[in-house]
């Protein structure tokens, strides 16, 4: 049931908001990571309870899909202090992508300027100095600040509701690298082949679009 709510999940969600890296999230499932690191626990939980929701089997009815996914997310830690910063900031990710389909959507304005936050803490806003190539923590942390900045617009701008940790945040990141997952390597991104199109490609315009600030940045 975990591996298919996992898939399910990638295949109606991952796909418009690229947060995480599918082969290397199937990689620690597979490897039993859940046993002993609280942090992708927190995350694995979350990409669960928002995958039943996709649920397919015509046996089962909306609520019931509901609350199979409530199921999944009463057991993240995700209102404990988790050691772990950037599962952190995608657990938020992930319980807005939930709650805003099961429970009160007002409700996620709050948890998106937490996450905010986290990923101000965690530095996720700032260009940093690097070496030649970018690294896979560092592609992710930068496709976890994006995340948060569309899901600012997408879940808060509709119902009239500014996020308060977002409106004076400064930041000089660059956009995210247009390579699937398909095609990073052992050490992070590669290179997209050009005869085909991307699917991250579509989430960077969306980006783009609902976060005014990003108008000053180019697309190459």
Not at 191 to 210: D, G, H, L, M
Request: with cysteine.
């Amino acid at each position: 049931l975990m591996q298919s709510l996992v898939s399910l999940y990638f295949w109606n969600v991952d796909l418009t908001m690229p947060l995480l890296h599918r082969p290397i999230f199937e990689e620690c499932t597979n490897q039993k990571l859940l046993l002993h690191h609280e942090g992708f626990v927190s995350t694995l939980l979350l990409v669960c309870a928002v995958g039943s929701l996709y649920v397919a089997d015509t046996s089962m009815s909306k609520r019931e899909r509901k609350a199979l996914g409530w199921s999944w997310y009463n057991q993240s830690p995700i209102s404990q202090p988790l050691v772990y910063l950037t599962h952190r900031v995608f657990s938020s990710q992930l319980a807005v992508e939930f709650l805003h389909r099961t429970a009160n959507p007002l409700f996620c304005w709050f948890i998106t300027s937490c996450g905010l936050r986290l990923a101000e803490d965690m530095g996720a806003h700032r260009r940093r100095a690097r070496g030649p190539t970018i690294t896979t923590e560092e592609e992710l942390e930068k496709r976890a600040f994006w995340c948060e900045c569309s899901i600012r617009s997408s879940k808060s701008l509709p119902y009239h509701i500014a996020c308060p940790s977002s409106v004076s945040v400064s930041f000089d990141i660059n956009i995210s690298i247009e390579c699937d997952d398909e095609y990073w390597g052992l050490s992070g991104p590669g290179r997209q082949p050009p005869e085909t199109p991307s699917t991250v490609a579509f989430f960077i315009r969306i980006a783009i679009i609902r976060t005014p600030r990003l108008l000053c940045f180019p697309l190459n």
